[in-house]
């Protein structure tokens, strides 16, 4: 078996308030396999995008990382200096962040967009060698050498959503971490958006973490799969076992709040709230919401368990 | 409780619009109670500004940060005059806020940024319900929360329907949650209707082309993963779409001659469903007055 090709051990990231210390990631750990996709679900604030934007050291102050290690196969993200993170993202870990298709430049062409990046990376490419590539990348999104031409404003939302992975595998990166990605598109357009990040990761070997709250679309996309919930990861296991078998009951409950298309009037919203990282609930963070919380899990803090090929943080699993 | 469902930019948002009296229509007329829009009188233009509410799409772009939320639910109240005292408000807001499973005590006196997305929009529908209102139109309510408190919003919207009897039109991109809240869904396509009708038919057995395109494109948890593959497989055709014809022709796998000559009827394939397709053009034709018939039970 190959070795990871990133590894996340003990993250911890934590937002410095008045009020205290919030900690958006607690104790996170995982590994990612050459090629594999791996989703991160959960509600928002479950920090699901902290740690997305802590694996490329992209938390900003008030917020740090407070302990834990990230691995890209053998450097440690923490001991590299500005220019080597730098260097790191894109060409060792990319981001398509959440609406990333309102970050592309409203003022620069599309092919100008992708040009800097390889300019950014210190590659000196020759004009036509420069446009070659340019059009090989928009080619592999599935899009037309014009919109090089182009300004984001001519293109559609799926158009732009694309032109954003290209430029995300213009480096050609093991890791591609694409953070909802297809949240504002409508499901013809995710489905081709998809496709395409599918395509582009395969033709990679890159590793992605999607991360997001769409299970249909968990399902459909990722290998394994990490349900977070108030900063902790509670349950991590391949995709079809979740599904079929989920054994943490904040699972059950986000893989039932999914709309069905068969039986109608079944629509099941998780009841309460989230909680507040500033005042978690003891124990379980889990246990105000679920029904079968039991004495225990009112005291005392559940840890991952391996279960079957699965990893729960369940008393009662 | 009816639905609107089509892709962005397919006129979904501007037929909302017009509803609300937002624009005027370039040709026909928005009737409400029998009445034309453009025509209502001050005492009527107050009554309907009273009995049709609006949700919007974005629970941030609504609040004025400097204020206190209360200000969007109090406004109402006193420019409808639905309170007599300020005990009578404080109630008729709390009874509004908790219709919506909120905890008056938990979002009164906070500024919007001290609310999570989902709460500032589910203000957003209790502030819609304070004037007790005929109609509310919401244009995609829960577009930007996530899944959980969708299905939660929503439920909130259904109960509307059920034990106060309000219509609402549902606007979205979102079949899955339509088919779960609505009765009846027209799905739109670049401004065209393309099929009508009870919701369960035209969700379960689409008919139009572009209907089965959006319902085979829902990623589905349990279901065969086939979902990434099958875009892989959609054909493309090569029709170039013409002025008269069908808007779909160019993305349709049906598509034949007869689609470009002229814009396809809506055929009554079934007593609750029209088709906008030359494919059920052995169906009688419905004419645009009589959608009513198939989309009412």
């Given at each position: ?18 009020l ?10 995982f ?46 993200i ?20 959440q ?9 620069l ?17 020759g ?16 899009l037309?050498a014009?919109?090089?031409r ?9 158009m ?8 995300a595998?213009?480096?050609?990166p093991?890791?591609?971490?694409a953070?909802?990605p297809?949240?504002?598109l ?8 998809m ?18 709250h769409?299970?249909g679309?968990?399902a ?23 599904i079929?078998?989920?054994?943490h ?8 709040a ?7 009037g079944m ?23 679920c ?6 899990c ?19 699993a | ?14 037929l ?14 928005v ?9 209502l ?7 309907f ?7 919007f799409?974005?629970?941030y ?13 109090t ?14 408000a404080?109630?008729?807001i709390?009874?509004?806020?908790r ?11 906070r ?16 502030r ?9 139109v ?11 408190l ?27 949650t ?16 393309a ?12 008919q ?14 349990h279901?065969?993963r086939d ?11 090569s029709?170039a ?14 598509a ?6 002229a814009p ?16 059920y053009?052995e ?14 039970p």
């Amino acid at each position: 078996m190959s070795e990871p090709v990133l590894r996340v051990e003990g993250l911890r990231v934590a937002f410095d308030h008045p009020l205290g210390k919030v900690r958006a990631v607690d104790d996170v750990s995982f590994a990612l396999m050459p090629g594999e996709r791996f989703g991160l679900a959960g509600e928002s604030g479950s920090g699901k995008s902290t740690l997305a934007l802590s694996i490329l050291r992209l938390i900003k102050p008030p917020g740090h990382i407070e302990a834990g290690a990230v691995w890209l196969d053998d450097a440690r993200i923490a001991d590299l200096d500005d220019d080597g993170i730098r260097r790191l993202r894109l060409a060792g870990i990319a981001l398509v962040p959440q609406g990333s298709m309102n970050s592309l430049n409203p003022v620069l062409r599309i092919g100008r967009q992708i040009a800097d990046a390889f300019a950014d990376h210190g590659l000196r490419l020759g004009h036509r060698e420069e446009q070659r590539r340019i059009t090989a990348l928009l080619a592999a999104v599935g899009l037309p050498a014009t919109i090089a031409r182009m300004y984001p404003h001519e293109l559609s939302g799926g158009m732009k959503q694309r032109a954003c992975i290209a430029i995300a595998i213009s480096l050609r990166p093991k890791v591609i971490i694409a953070d909802e990605p297809t949240s504002a598109l409508d499901v013809v357009v995710q489905r081709q958006v998809m496709a395409t990040l599918a395509r582009v990761q395969q033709e990679l070997g890159a590793a992605v973490i999607l991360v997001g709250h769409d299970m249909g679309l968990m399902a459909q996309f990722v290998d394994r799969l990490g349900i977070m919930y108030a900063g902790r990861l509670v349950e991590v296991a391949p995709i079809a076992d979740i599904i079929a078998r989920p054994r943490h009951p904040y699972t059950r409950a986000l893989i039932a709040a999914l709309p069905s298309l068969e039986a109608r009037g079944m629509l099941a919203g998780i009841p309460g709230l989230a909680p507040s990282l500033r005042e978690l609930p003891s124990g379980c963070a889990f246990h105000p919401r679920c029904e079968l919380a039991i004495d225990r899990c009112r005291a005392e803090r559940p840890v991952l368990r391996d279960i079957a090929g699965a990893q729960v943080g369940c008393h009662l699993a | 409780m009816m639905q609107c469902r089509g892709e962005s930019g397919s006129g979904k948002t501007t037929l909302a619009r017009l509803l609300l009296g937002l624009v005027e229509p370039t040709e026909g007329i928005v009737r409400y109670r029998g009445q034309d829009l453009r025509r209502l009188g001050f005492e009527a233009r107050r009554t309907f500004r009273r009995d049709v509410q609006a949700i919007f799409q974005d629970p941030y772009g609504v609040y004025n940060p400097f204020y206190r939320v209360d200000h969007v639910l109090t406004v109402p109240v006193r420019r409808f005059g639905l309170a007599t005292s300020r005990a009578d408000a404080r109630d008729l807001i709390g009874e509004a806020l908790r219709a919506v499973g909120l905890r008056p005590e938990e979002i009164l006196g906070r500024y919007p940024h001290q609310l999570s997305g989902g709460q500032r929009q589910r203000v957003m529908v209790a502030r819609a319900l304070l004037p007790k209102p005929k109609l509310i139109v919401a244009d995609e309510p829960v577009s930007m929360v996530d899944a959980s408190l969708r299905a939660t919003i929503l439920g909130s919207l259904r109960r509307l329907t059920d034990e106060h009897g309000i219509s609402i039109l549902y606007i979205t991109h979102d079949l899955a949650t339509a088919y779960q809240v609505s009765d009846a869904i027209l799905v739109l396509y670049r401004a065209h209707l393309a099929e009508a009708g009870a919701v369960e038919p035209v969700v379960r057995r689409p008919q139009h082309p572009y209907t089965q395109l959006l319902v085979s494109a829902i990623p589905r948890a349990h279901a065969e993963r086939d979902w990434l593959a099958e875009e892989n497989e959609t054909p493309r055709t090569s029709v170039a779409l013409t002025p008269d014809g069908c808007v779909f022709a160019d993305r349709c796998p049906h598509a034949v001659e007869l689609c470009l000559a002229a814009p396809p009827a809506l055929h009554r394939t079934e007593p609750r469903r029209g088709v906008a397709c030359v494919q059920y053009r052995e169906h009688a034709v419905l004419s645009a007055s009589a959608l009513g018939e198939v989309l009412l039970p």
